[in-house]
């Protein structure tokens, strides 16, 4: 089976290896790497880069329990992008847009888990549709239209990695800014209300940041795969440590192994990048998963009666 | 009824809580109105009545997140406002998911610094110490919140409240879903810590026996109006049955109260009861 038969265009035709017949040599071949990596500098900073912004991010997701808002958000980021692609605009200025609007809405209309859940389950496969629509439309070569749903490893040129880095130091610095009221909004919503913490605006805040950092994630892993950026890698970090320092840490380190080390792979291989990142973020929430049984049985829950 | 003053106690300072003809509406609905209530340091007042009596509204109009509709409402002389640091809040418990990435000692220190921005450092470290072993939570301070017992949170909650060593801690149905003896706990723990630090209670709850030993004064809250005064005073058939507006009784027994009657559908008298 030809690479270009099941997933059309995922990565493009210039690179050696691209059309192979062997499934192994698909997923890992490392010939000429050594040239590709020179190539692929942009993603490997935006892999960087995207895995800071979300592991930080997705310290708040789990904390404010939105990975289905996630989901939804990035499906929205999706349609704005594509129809970016249709209206030959900006695609990374599409997605913005769509993924702010989204996460805003979300933001506006659901105040709690239960409302904002069915909001998003509205809203969701509504912006897929739209995004289906708009990539039928589309002219243009299908390479674009997929890397916008399982992520592509060379469409950083330097014009879109200045603008990732832009948008992730605005993200960071503004997080940063709200880090404290922000953890206890999340964490503790009555007592930070009681001690005047303006929860309702850090929530909308922390949603229109959301919003950039889907939009961002999207560039690199596609609109479906977003979650394993912005939520395993903080899922993972907060099995083993309850942390407020060690949790974000751990979280932002984790993402940027999955996501830099995702590209590094994909770079072998001729399928897209996102199995690798989904695939290495997994592995380490597993790993994770495991320590965090051990440490819970033995020293979390024990203590002098 | 309000406790003489500790001897060697400086000059009066202004209460740490004061409502002068305090009222709260909701449209055309009254919760309450001409409330007079004036709260000294170290004062423990119990604030009973049966739901949507305006118990939780007073606690969020002292915290300055609801305008009264008319009178007056002071903390140490001041308007109530929102944010201020002479008001501690001890919510009810509530359940927190186990893997949510807060230690009991973090909850602890955003009571100190959680309102401010940025990201702090490891300032108040000691502080945070010693309000844990003020409760006696130090055995658990580095547990995730979520793996502690309801009891253990409760603990861990009065910490946090006194964070910002207030002048008035407001307690929210703290005891909801504590079994009987971590209610003796609680109620006992909040009681040393107002002796202590000399900080007001306003302690709203349905349960009124674990509460009993320590209040100073109770606040009954009721559909027909309300009232101030001892515990001996207010929690009498004759006086609740004017303030429900039908036959309420009282009993006693074992050195417990049983409040019988009132709105059935409402409140401590069908927990108390049972």
């Known amino acids: 089976m030809r690479a270009a038969g099941l997933l059309p265009g995922a990565l493009p035709g210039w690179l050696p290896g691209a059309v192979d017949d062997g499934t192994w040599s698909r997923l890992f071949s490392f010939e000429d790497y ?32 939105m990975a289905f808002a996630v989901h939804g958000i990035s499906e929205l ?10 209206l030959s605009a900006d695609v990374v200025l599409g997605s913005v847009l769509g993924s702010v609007v989204a996460a805003l809405l979300i933001g506006l209309l659901g105040s709690r888990a239960r409302d904002r859940n069915s909001i998003i389950g509205v809203l969701m496969p509504f912006g897929l549709g739209l995004g289906v629509l708009f990539l039928a439309l589309y002219p ?110 751990l979280s932002v380190a984790f993402a940027v192994t999955s996501a830099v080390g995702g590209i590094l792979l994909a770079l072998g291989g001729s399928v897209p990048i996102s199995p690798y990142v989904t695939t290495i973020s997994f592995l380490i929430y597993l790993l994770c998963l495991a320590l965090g049984r051990r440490r819970t049985r033995r020293g979390w829950t ?4 | 009824m309000t406790p003489a003053p500790p001897a060697g106690a400086p000059a009066p300072a202004p209460p740490p809580l004061a409502l002068r003809g305090a009222a709260l509406a909701y449209g055309d609905r009254t919760a309450w109105s001409g409330l007079d209530l004036e709260v000294a340091r170290g004062e423990f007042v119990t604030v009973l009545g049966p739901n949507g009596s305006g118990k939780t509204s007073l606690l969020r109009a002292v915290l300055g997140l609801q305008p009264l509709t008319g009178g007056t409402l002071h903390v140490l002389g001041r308007s109530a406002r929102r944010g201020s640091r002479a008001v501690g809040y001890v919510p009810q418990q509530r359940l927190v998911d186990p893997v949510t990435p807060v230690r009991a000692r973090d909850l602890v220190r955003l009571g100190i610094d959680g309102d401010r921005w940025g990201l702090g450092g490891r300032r108040h470290r000691a502080r945070v110490d010693e309000l844990l072993e003020a409760v006696g939570a130090t055995a658990y301070a580095d547990v995730p919140l979520g793996l502690l017992s309801g009891g253990e949170q409760q603990r861990v909650r009065i910490a946090q409240a006194l964070g910002s060593s207030p002048a008035l801690l407001l307690c929210d149905e703290p005891l909801l879903s504590l079994d009987l003896a971590r209610q003796e706990e609680v109620t006992a ?15 709203v709850t349905h349960e009124i026996n674990p509460v009993l030993p320590y209040t100073d004064r109770v606040l009954y809250l009721a559909p027909a109006g309300h009232a101030v005064g001892t515990p001996a005073d207010v929690l009498t058939g004759e006086h609740l049955s004017r303030l429900y507006g039908t036959r309420v009784d009282v009993l006693r027994a074992q050195g417990r109260v049983v409040i019988v009657g009132g709105d059935e559908h409402h409140g401590h008298h069908l927990e108390e009861a049972s």
């Open chain 1, 34 to 65: 050594g040239a590709l990596l020179a190539l692929v500098q942009n993603s490997l900073v935006a892999g960087a880069v995207l895995g800071l912004v979300g592991g930080l991010v997705g310290v708040f997701v789990m904390q404010r329990d």
């Open chain 1, 77 to 86: 980021s999706f349609a704005g992008a594509a129809l970016a692609l249709l």
């Open chain 1, 140 to 249: 243009g070569r299908a390479a674009n239209k997929f890397g916008l749903l399982t992520g592509q490893i060379v469409a950083v040129d330097t014009t879109r990695l200045g603008v990732l880095v832009a948008l992730s130091a605005v993200v960071v610095a503004v997080l940063i800014a709200i880090w404290r009221p922000l953890t206890f909004a999340s964490v503790d919503p009555d007592v930070a209300a009681a001690r005047g913490v303006p929860t309702r605006a850090l929530s909308l805040v922390f949603m229109v940041l959301l919003g950039l950092a889907v939009a961002m994630a999207v560039q690199v892993v596609g609109a479906l795969l977003v979650l394993s950026l912005l939520i395993t890698p903080a899922a993972a970090a907060s099995r083993v440590s309850a942390s407020p320092v060690a949790v974000p840490v």
């Open chain 1, 302 to 305: 024990r203590r002098p009666a």
């Open chain 2, 189 to 203: 723990l909040i009681d040393a810590t107002r002796r202590t630090t000399g900080t007001a209670v306003v302690f």
